[in-house]
């Protein structure tokens, strides 16, 4: 374990190049970002200047070909694959713009997935879900299909899932990307409230200027650098 004072995710020099037939793309060019637990961060900046690969390479979804991620402690990047998936599984939550929810199973039983996979009791997990579910204003849709969810019930479902095994962190990619404007002030105000109320911590990918605003800070990307950390702490806005 790595000592990061009071900083729940704590990322230094993070870089990571893809690489496409013989062209190599420099997708992050250095990330140094710290998130202290209990914040609502927003992530923004013009398409394709590293959000979603930011999000991805601090969450441990993908590998990063230099630097430091700690989370929680946990240099995560060190772990072998199988204990980083087992980590996430157990303290992080994922939100995603099109909600990932298996379309055979009912509300409920998409929430109360990673509780079976974890090893937890089906009638624990089920309760909890009700609960989570009734949580996010959504216990009468518990054994509705997404199918026959709006947009707006499917994306608390996915919420409620990310939940689910109370994590540490929720990480976020472009929440309300899919739904029209009221409906993702609702969605917005949920992970507000959640934020505020239960002190859930969140790190939201956005281009939506209304979704930063409703964030503890902005942290602004461009050209795979953040160019902006919130806290009054800018750089140049390009390197090669």
């Known amino acids: 374990m790595a000592d990061n004072g009071n900083y729940i995710v704590d990322a ?19 990330i140094d970002l710290k998130v202290t637990a209990g914040e ?17 390479c601090l969450s441990g979804l993908d590998e990063i070909d230099a630097g430091e991620v700690i989370v929680e402690g946990q240099v995560i ?34 929430v109360e ?9 089906a009638r624990e997990a089920r309760k909890r879900s ?5 949580e996010v204003n959504l216990a009468d849709r518990a054994d509705h299909l997404p199918a026959e969810l709006s947009g707006g019930q499917r994306q608390r479902v996915t919420i409620a899932r990310a939940l689910i095994n109370r994590p540490a962190i929720v990480w976020a990619d472009e929440p309300t990307g899919d739904l029209d404007s009221e409906t993702a002030q609702e969605i917005m105000d949920l992970m507000t409230t959640l934020n505020k109320e239960s002190g859930e911590t969140f790190v939201i990918v956005t281009h939506a200027e209304e979704v930063g605003d409703m964030a503890d800070r902005i942290v602004r990307m461009k050209d795979g650098i953040v160019i902006d950390d ?3 702490n800018k750089v140049a806005e390009s390197i090669s």
Request: charged share 20%; proline share 5%.
């Open 12 to 30: 230094s020099g993070v870089l990571k190049t893809y690489s496409t037939g013989k062209v190599e793309v420099a997708a992050l060019k250095g």
């Open 40 to 56: 609502m961060v927003a992530i923004m900046g013009p398409s394709g200047c590293g959000k979603t690969t930011t999000l991805n």
């Open 77 to 110: 990047h060190d772990l072998p694959d199988d204990e980083r998936s087992d980590y996430r599984a157990r303290r992080m939550g994922f939100v995603f713009q099109l909600y990932n929810l298996l379309p055979v199973l009912s509300a409920v039983e998409n």
């Open 113 to 121: 997935m990673p509780l079976l996979v974890a090893g937890v009791s």
């Open 130 to 134: 009700i609960e989570l579910l009734d």
């Open 230 to 232: 919130g806290l009054g």
